[in-house]
Nanobody
Framework: QVQLVESGGGLVQAGGSLRLSCAAS????????MAWFRQAPGKEREFVAA????????YYTDSVKGRFTISRDNAKNTVYLEMNNLKAEDTAVYYC?????????????????WGQGTQVTVSS
């Protein structure tokens, strides 16, 4: 069982930056691939970024490539999402998710555990 708690969301102007954190409970964090998803009002949840259990492999949706960076610190049981040059279209609730096994995935149904979400609002 893994519990995930996101933090770091907030209101920022377009072009600004935020760093989201997701703290995981349990001793087996390093055996889970992790990802960030987001859901904007009136839209379906979408994949943002994923990282393998070792941190050696990452993947991003096209709209955030070059602006967002996913990373993890297995000693601290935490995964991060560094978001730069934010745009109004990045406004959404951001969710952290954990998937058993080493390999990252872009599919939400492969993720076993989810956090409660953190709101990111970008004003234009």
């Amino acid at each position: 069982q893994v519990q995930l708690v996101e933090s770091g969301g907030g209101l920022v102007q377009a072009g600004g930056s935020l760093r989201l954190s997701c703290a995981a409970s349990g001793r087996t964090f390093s055996t889970y691939a992790m990802a960030w998803f987001r859901q904007a009002p009136g839209k379906e949840r979408e994949f943002v970024a994923a990282i393998s259990w070792s941190g050696g492999s990452t993947y991003y949706t096209d709209s955030v490539k070059g602006r967002f960076t996913i990373s993890r610190d297995n000693a601290k049981n935490t995964v991060y999402l560094e978001m730069n040059n934010l745009k109004a279209e990045d406004t959404a609730v951001y969710y952290c998710a954990a998937k058993s096994g080493p390999h990252r995935s872009t599919y939400d149904w492969e993720y076993n555990y989810w956090g409660q979400g953190t709101q990111v609002t970008v004003s234009s």
